[in-house]
């Protein structure tokens, strides 16, 4: 196994409860096996592991983009989850970023992640 695989599957671990991580895989390689693999060792064991920003401001990034291309919920949903379990934000500091995005990307689409944040933490 490479050094990036590990990685990835480590902060998989870390970050994502055992049924999401199946959840995503298995959607994945239900018709490309295999490519849950690419993204944890390219994605989570490469990207995710470069030096010069810490994961609550990776998960920043991922909500502002996933919330500015749309319909995205799932992975949305999930970002929010990781940013506020695993990443160190409130659920109030998640609100204001998505707020902030409102003149960049439009209410619809703010509205849209609002509706992420309230499913994130629903159970």
């Known amino acids: 196994m490479s050094v990036s695989m590990s990685k990835g599957l ?8 055992p049924e999401a991580a199946a959840a995503w ?8 096996p295999g490519a849950s693999d690419w993204v944890v060792e390219a994605v989570f064991g490469g990207t995710y592991q470069r030096a010069g920003l810490e994961l609550r401001d990776r998960q920043m ?3 502002a983009a996933l919330a500015a291309m749309g319909g995205t919920e799932p992975q949305l949903t999930g970002h929010i989850r990781t940013a506020v379990e695993v990443a ?5 500091e ?3 970023c998505l ?3 409102m003149p960049y990307i ?3 689409k703010v509205l849209a992640a ?7 933490f629903a159970d």
Do not use: I, W
């Open 10 to 17: 480590q902060f998989v671990e870390e970050t994502q409860s």
């Open 25 to 32: 895989r298995q959607q994945l390689d239900e018709y490309a």
């Open 61 to 63: 990034l991922n909500m």
């Open 88 to 92: 160190g934000m409130s659920r109030e």
């Open 94 to 96: 998640v609100a204001e």
């Open 99 to 101: 707020v902030h995005l």
């Open 106 to 108: 439009g209410v619809p």
């Open 114 to 120: 609002m509706r992420c944040l309230k499913a994130a």
